[in-house]
Nanobody, 124 residues
Framework: QVQLVESGGGLVQAGGSLRLSCAAS????????MGWLRQAPGKEREFVAVVNWLGVKKIYADSVKGGFTISRDNAKNTVSLQMNGGKPEDTAVYYC?????????????????WGQGTQVTVSS
């Protein structure tokens, strides 16, 4: 069992930056792909970014490429999402999620463990 807790959300002006963090407990996440997903009001949960178990392979949604960076520290059992150049359309609850195994996925339904989410609001 993996427990995930996100932090770092808040209010930022358009063009600003935020760094989201996800702390895992219960077991090591070193053999899990780790993702960030988000859900805006009235919309379905959508993929944002994922990093493979080794931290080498990273995939981003087209909407965040060039602005967001995902990283992980297996020694500390943490995952981060650096958000630069925020836009109002990035406003959502952001979730950290884990999928066991070597492969990455962009499908929300493929993730086994989820955090409770952290609110990010980008004002125009």
């Amino acid at each position: 069992q993996v427990q995930l807790v996100e932090s770092g959300g808040g209010l930022v002006q358009a063009g600003g930056s935020l760094r989201l963090s996800c702390a895992a407990s219960g077991r090591s996440i070193s053999d899990y792909a780790m993702g960030w997903l988000r859900q805006a009001p009235g919309k379905e949960r959508e993929f944002v970014a994922v990093v493979n178990w080794l931290g080498v392979k990273k995939i981003y949604a087209d909407s965040v490429k060039g602005g967001f960076t995902i990283s992980r520290d297996n020694a500390k059992n943490t995952v981060s999402l650096q958000m630069n150049g925020g836009k109002p359309e990035d406003t959502a609850v952001y979730y950290c999620a884990a999928k066991r195994g070597l492969s990455t996925t962009v499908l929300p339904a493929s993730y086994e463990y989820w955090g409770q989410g952290t609110q990010v609001t980008v004002s125009s």
